[in-house]
């Protein structure tokens, strides 16, 4: 299996700062196709995930520009602009590179400073 | 409005079988995956296996692989989870999701669609 290692796992931000979490697969996530095999989810406390990115960079309908997804290969980061009290949550990457074995990281809990 | 409704809250005995559902409405049934994940209380998400209703191709992750059944009724645009006999380390919550595709490109965008969970419990 594809092993994916978030960081960090706590992450307490401020208010309108920025925000930035790193996902690393054991293996490439880059498809034959060209595209990367990388979603990003949030799960606010209590609720069902939610779709923030996929394909490594294209943003979910209704999702605030203020999150981002970059990068390619095995290395990935989901970035936050400006952090608002609703983004509080379990962030999670997951990886889709070989179907029915896909993966989710462990992980990073956002909390309001 | 494109909605997974999940069956309620079971509990279980060990031993026990149980199936429990997610039907979807508002789009076409037929066109989508529907995957499966388990939340242990207090812990991540793990990937289960997917399902296409057009023909009933169901994969599992290997770690569910034998442990579990995903199933579907065209006919009423449901997708089940199913356990023969039930573990107290099955106790979690479970989400179906939509994914739109499992071929990255074009047509591929992420689960998009989650239901609202169900909570199973295995105790004696």
């Known amino acids: 299996d594809i092993v994916m290692t978030q960081s960090p796992l706590s992450l307490p931000v401020t208010p309108g700062e920025p925000a930035s979490i790193s996902c690393r697969s054991s293996q490439s996530l880059l498809h034959s196709t060209g595209y990367n095999s990388l979603d990003w989810y949030l799960q606010k406390p209590g609720q069902s995930p939610q779709l923030l990115i996929y394909?490594?960079?294209n943003r979910a309908s209704g999702v605030p520009d203020r999150f981002s997804g970059s990068g390619s290969g095995t290395d990935f980061t989901l970035k936050i602009s400006r952090v608002e009290a609703e983004d509080v949550g379990v962030y999670y990457c997951?990886?889709?590179?070989?179907?029915?074995?896909?993966?989710f990281g462990q992980g990073t809990k956002l909390q309001i400073k | 409005e494109v909605q997974l409704v999940q069956s309620g809250t079971e509990v279980r005995k060990p031993g026990e079988s149980l199936k429990i559902s997610c039907k979807a409405s508002?789009?076409?049934?037929?066109?989508?995956?529907i995957g499966w994940v388990r939340q242990m209380p207090e812990k991540g998400l793990e990937w289960m296996g997917i399902?296409?209703?057009?023909?009933?191709?169901?994969r599992y992750s290997p770690s569910f692989q034998g442990q579990v059944t995903i199933s579907v009724d065209k006919s009423i645009a449901a997708a089940y989870l199913q356990w023969s006999s039930l573990r107290a380390s099955d106790t979690a919550m479970y989400y179906c999701?939509?994914?739109?595709?499992?071929?990255?490109?074009?047509?591929?965008?992420?689960?998009?669609?989650w239901g609202q969970g169900t909570t199973v419990t295995v105790s004696s």
């Open positions: 999701a939509r994914l739109t595709g499992i071929v990255p490109g074009n047509s591929y965008s992420g689960l998009d669609v």
């Open positions: 399902i296409h209703p057009g023909d009933s191709d169901a």
């Open positions: 997951m990886q889709t590179l070989h179907t029915p074995q896909y993966t």
């Open positions: 508002g789009y076409n049934f037929m066109s989508y995956w």
């Open positions: 394909l490594a960079s």
